[in-house]
């Protein structure tokens, strides 16, 4: 093997998009062998392995955080158009480079601790953060046999890990010695248990109608098409639309995105957790929020929207990883999209939409998915879940979130 | 140098990943000690913490990773919190120095520790004696089957074998629930 031969692989291996990536690492890992050549050395397995392992996380994680860095952009320009102004537009074309002007900002701010603070602690937490969102990525399916370790347990492995990033931030509230930080932290926690239960709730209706927990079954579950071209997404079914919305929801709580920013509301709590902290630890936190956002979407997408299977059958020539690099476009989107257009939540609306209609309407869609499964998935299953869905809901809609005026039983809330 | 190096690479290295167990251990074992000996409450809560997930990533190590990611998840997502929580909201310094009753006693430091060595003790003989003397220990099962239990095997053991524990536990925590959101809910008359 010589280098030119690697070098003449490089088109061959364009011209199918579809396994570009895989054959990209594989030819990452002829080059390794091909340098221990050039030394005199037969490179040894484990060498080849440890390579293997470094390509796919500096892949991803280079994806993310230009991502990242991209969506920090596109974020302000959404938003800049939905008010009706042009946003950055002075940093490269477009506005295009104003990541790294935001970079080199916060790397060149002052970076301070309060006298009082608890120094370690208040070092520890944004790593704290970030780690657990970093190592979330590896195991959503990104393509056709794209996906850096298939756990047979990876929706678990999600819940688990992301469960570092509540930690993390009572140790940013704590740390700080700030009334503001630990009340902030206090919400935040409160937030993030709360819509836990159905997050992970809707993902264990996936689980049983996939009858795996592991991403890549979930996604090749969903496969193939209704009559020639409705895609047999979750999303598409009575349960599996409810469920996907309970998860979105979920998700935007978890990820303390508009409308459930109450942690960091500023008018009532300055920044909340983040209150102390400046810089680039800020910029770390910031980070780990929205790698973490694409990270839960990313899930989102292989749980209710095929993962990286096309909408209809004769898309499949794009190739599958860029379908699961849309659908997440899409989705970012449309949180920046929710972020323009609802105003936050007081913190009593969001605990009683956690507990008095998300919890109970994952339930229904439990028993919905069950009945779509047990009545054969047909026509039958349809009906029994729509209406067993439905049912729950207008309940729900009618009994906790309906107030029934009238002179004597009128109640006055607080803000009144 | 050359030499050197070909020497470094024929090293077993790929009998490294049985030895990496080392370093979970290592800072399973640290975090315990820090747990115990640290003054700030908060900070032995972390070190437990840290202590836990250890635990969790020795569990992945040998195979078992659906018992790591549950102990990951419970123990770091649910049962960290709630020390955190608990150590947050409950008052400091309710039970001053002063008014310690115990404070008086000659020898309550040494009490104390006797006390602890005792129950230390007895802990670690009781686990001794079931890790050598039960049945399951002296089994032999090839390795490779014993760590990984599919998710699927342990969900039908769950809802056939031990159903009614099962059952009997989610009756008891939907108590508790219902309890603490009781005594939660009662407000105090100013």
Redesign the interface.
């Known amino acids: 093997m010589n280098f030119i031969d690697l070098l003449k692989r490089i088109p061959e291996i364009c011209k199918t998009p579809e396994t570009l990536p895989l054959e990209g690492k594989k030819l990452i890992l002829d080059f390794v062998t091909w340098l221990g050549s050039l030394v005199g050395i037969a490179v040894p397995p484990w060498v080849l392995t440890l390579v293997n392992i470094l390509v796919v996380i500096v892949a991803i994680i280079a994806v993310f955080l230009i991502m990242f860095a991209l969506m920090s952009v596109w974020e302000r320009k959404i938003l800049a158009r939905a008010q009706n102004r042009y946003g950055p537009n002075r940093v490269g074309p477009w506005g295009l480079f104003q990541p790294v002007a935001d970079g080199i900002k916060m790397l060149t701010k002052e970076d301070i601790v309060p006298r009082n603070a608890d120094k370690v602690v208040h070092f520890i937490a944004p790593i704290v953060m970030l780690v657990p969102a970093l190592i979330l990525p590896v195991l959503l399916p990104y393509g056709r046999g794209m996906v850096a370790i298939d756990l047979s347990v990876g929706i678990l492995f999600f819940f688990a890990v992301g469960a570092g990033s509540e930690v993390a931030i009572f140790l940013a509230g704590w740390s700080s010695r700030n009334k503001y930080s630990i009340l902030g932290a206090m919400r935040a926690i409160a937030q993030m248990i709360s819509y836990e239960l159905p997050l992970v709730m809707s993902a264990v209706i996936v689980a049983l109608v996939a009858g795996t927990l592991s991403p890549t079954g979930i996604v090749e579950a969903q496969g193939g098409y209704q009559f020639g071209f409705f895609p047999n997404w979750f999303v598409f079914t009575p349960w599996g639309f409810v469920a996907c919305v309970l998860f979105y929801f979920s998700a935007l709580a978890e990820s303390n995105r508009s409308p459930f920013d109450l942690p960091e509301g500023e008018s009532e709590l300055v920044a909340g957790h983040l209150t102390e902290y400046s810089g680039f630890k800020y910029a770390l936190f910031f980070m780990a929020e929205y790698v973490g956002m694409f990270a839960i979407n990313g899930l989102l997408v292989t749980l209710f929207l095929g993962g990286y299977q096309a909408p209809l059958p004769f898309l499949t020539f794009i190739p599958s990883w860029c379908w699961f690099f849309i659908k997440l476009a899409f989705l970012a989107f449309s949180l920046v999209w929710v972020r323009a257009t609802m105003p936050r939540f007081r913190i009593d609306q969001m605990m009683q939409f956690a507990w008095k209609f998300m919890l109970p309407m994952s339930f229904a869609a439990l028993f919905s998915a069950a009945a779509w499964h047990y009545a054969g998935r047909g026509l039958l299953g349809w009906g029994i879940s729509a209406v067993l869905v439905a049912i729950p809901y207008f309940a729900l809609g009618y009994f906790c979130f309906t107030r029934h005026h009238s002179a004597d039983n009128r109640r006055y809330l607080f803000s009144e | 140098m050359h030499e050197l ?2 020497k470094i ?1 024929a090293l077993p ?2 009998q ?1 990943p049985q030895w990496l167990f080392l370093i979970p251990a290592f800072v399973m074992l640290m975090g315990a000690a820090a747990a115990v000996m640290l003054r700030n409450l ?2 032995c809560a ?1 070190c437990l ?1 840290l202590s836990f997930i250890a635990l ?1 990533v020795l569990f992945m190590a040998l195979g078992a ?2 018992v790591g ?2 102990q ?2 419970v123990y ?3 049962v ?2 709630l020390i ?2 608990a150590i ?1 909201l409950t008052p400091a310094g309710e039970v001053a120095a002063s008014n310690n009753p115990l404070r008086n006693f000659k020898f309550s430091r040494a009490f104390a520790a006797a006390g602890g060595a005792t129950v230390a003790l007895l802990v670690l003989v009781s686990l001794l004696g079931a890790i050598f003397f039960s049945p399951h220990a002296r089994a032999v099962v090839p390795p490779a089957q014993a760590a990984i239990a ?2 699927k095997a342990i969900g039908e053991n769950l809802l056939n074998h031990t159903l009614l524990p099962l059952q009997a536990t989610a009756i008891l925590l939907t108590a508790a629930l219902i309890g603490a959101a009781l005594l939660a809910k009662e407000e105090k008359k100013s």
């Open positions: 190096f070909q690479i290295w790929d490294a908060i900070h972390l913490t969790g990773e659906f990611f549950v990951l998840l770091v997502g649910a960290a919190m955190l929580f947050l599919p998710v």
